[in-house]
């Protein structure tokens, strides 16, 4: 066992169910230990002990990925960059420590000397008085996630003028559109741009993205393929001149978080823009549509999105003429969710031919009930039909639907609420 701990390059523990005993973990590693490249733990809650982090950091002088935790102070992580300069990534912890004058130097100083970094991320609870420091190390990033850090506008622009070369971002909707503004006067190389909310459940915000930043984004990033975006409000006109100004979106994903929202100005559905997306962007893989939606926007995907490989839907929808038209139209298509739709059993059956070429079927909350499942399942005996029942729910209706095929058969570890047909 210790002989192939001496031989580990990579530990990752990011989106894993981690029973978070403590940090005294780190202190296994024997002192001999120096192969490690890749370390991440930012997903660990629980505080770790430092001086065992630190010696580690300091004997793998081949280690480029370091993720940090919350749990590390400002003052911790610049006595573990002093040991590292080399680091291509990493990922801060807590960035609101209180820091002394001397404090704050070091820090820059640790920062500036490391030039080989590319991705920055962490930056939990971030201070403005201290993302100064980050800006010699910005003229170098590529990637730039902030999506731990609630920054205001004035502080993104700050920062953003000192990365160049930025070609993917993640930030907080806190930055609002000014600071979406200043993403399109700063970063003419950005690919990719997510935008996620800060606090998806508050309905009285009044902070937040509007459809002016993205189109602002638009105007001053030309070569944005990738898009996540998180909005309250969207219009027609603005998606249609956002696809106009990035034709070349392979991954477009339009969040509008209140359900069934129309176009806020003209008050009709969201179907012209989602049409514009289909028909201007003709690399397109992957749609996520929202907002109030109707058989119209099925029909221009399954019209025009012939690349398409994934696609997201909810609360959108008229009647199971849409879906027939997705599952005729898109040749390409892998990969199908679905929740709070009126699609039923002829929208279900209708992708009998597809569905052995597809990687998935997922639909939930929509109108299929269990004879439409038993149909499916006994006309495509290799696909695997599983149907999750809610407590209570109607018998007839089949609540959630997972379609999918392997060569491995029905699997043998689902619980008792999943039933396979």
Not at 353 to 366: D, V
Request: contains cysteine.
């Amino acid at each position: 066992m210790i002989e192939e701990e001496m031989n580990l390059t990579e530990l990752d523990i990011q989106e894993n169910g981690i029973d978070d005993k403590g940090g005294s973990w780190l202190s296994c590693f024997p002192e001999s230990f120096t192969s490690l490249e890749v370390l991440n733990f930012a997903n660990l809650s629980s505080d770790i002990n430092f001086d065992a982090l630190e010696r580690l950091v300091g004997r793998c002088k081949s280690m480029r990925v370091l993720k940090l935790n919350r749990s590390v102070s400002l003052e911790q992580l610049q006595r573990l960059l002093v040991n590292a300069p080399q680091l291509a990534e990493l990922g801060t912890g807590s960035f609101s420590e209180e820091l002394t004058f001397r404090q704050y130097v070091e820090l820059e100083s640790a920062l500036s000397n490391c030039q080989n970094m590319h991705t920055l991320y962490g930056l939990w609870d971030a201070k403005g008085i201290y993302l100064p420091a980050l800006y010699p190390v910005c003229t170098h990033l590529t990637f730039l996630n902030l999506s731990y850090a609630a920054l205001r506008s004035d502080e993104l622009a700050k920062l953003l003028a000192h990365c160049p070369r930025l070609k993917r971002l993640w930030v907080l909707d806190t930055v609002e559109d000014k600071g979406l503004e200043a993403v399109g006067l700063n970063c003419p190389l950005l690919e990719e741009l997510r935008v996620f909310p800060a606090d998806p459940f508050d309905e009285e915000i009044i902070h937040g993205v509007t459809e002016a930043g993205f189109v602002a984004v638009s105007f001053g990033c030309p070569r944005l393929h990738y898009v996540l975006y998180f909005c309250r409000q969207m219009t027609n006109a603005a998606v249609a001149t956002i696809v106009q100004n990035c034709p070349d979106f392979t991954h477009f994903r339009l969040c509008i978080m209140n359900p069934g929202q129309p176009d806020y100005i003209t008050n009709e559905p969201m179907d012209e823009a989602f049409g514009a997306v289909v028909k201007t962007c003709t690399k397109l893989q992957r749609l996520s549509v929202s907002g109030r939606l109707t058989d119209l926007t099925f029909e221009y995907i399954g019209r025009y999105a012939k690349n398409l490989e994934t696609l997201s839907v909810a609360f959108a929808g008229s009647s199971d003429w849409g879906m027939q038209c997705v599952m005729g139209g898109c040749s390409k298509l892998r990969k199908l969710e679905i929740r709070d739709c009126p699609f039923g059993n002829a929208a279900l059956l209708s992708g009998l031919e597809k569905y052995e070429s597809m990687r998935s079927l997922w639909m939930s909350a929509c109108n299929v009930t269990m004879n439409g499942c038993r149909l499916l399942a006994r006309e495509m005996p290799r696909l695997n039909v599983e149907v999750m029942k809610e407590d209570g729910s109607d018998d007839s209706q089949a609540d959630k639907v997972y379609v999918y095929r392997s060569i491995a058969g029905p699997r043998r570890d689902a619980p008792p609420s999943v039933l396979t047909l």
